[in-house]
């Protein structure tokens, strides 16, 4: 007998299916984002020593602490990437 409703079995499947396409995504994303992390750690610090030469500490300390900030924050979420991966 056919009818057009799924049944109770397949409807595990669909919210299972659901629950894989979103664990999937969010292990994507924050793959992306230690990578983005990863790499951003790199160049912070000669852009912390350009501001440090040039002056802008003694204008905009604020700002260069949030550069300070942000590349500690790109080393802590960035330590687990794998380039080779």
């Known amino acids: 007998m056919s009818t057009s409703t799924p049944s109770s079995r397949e409807r595990p499947n669909a919210v299972a299916t659901g629950h894989e396409l979103a664990s999937d995504t969010v292990g994507t994303v924050a793959a992306a984002v230690r990578a983005l992390a990863f790499w951003l750690t790199i160049?912070?610090?000669?852009v912390l020593?350009?501001?440090?030469?040039?002056?802008?500490?003694?204008?905009?300390?604020?700002?260069?602490?949030?550069?300070?900030?942000?590349?500690?924050?790109?080393?802590?979420?960035?330590?687990?990437?794998?380039?080779?991966?």
Not at 43 to 46: D, G, H, K, S, T
Not at 60 to 79: F, I, S, Y
């Open 43 to 46: 160049p912070l610090p000669a």
């Open 49 to 85: 020593l350009v501001t440090l030469v040039s002056g802008i500490v003694a204008s905009a300390p604020l700002a260069v602490a949030g550069l300070v900030g942000l590349n500690v924050a790109c080393a802590v979420v960035g330590r687990n990437h794998s380039p080779e991966a």
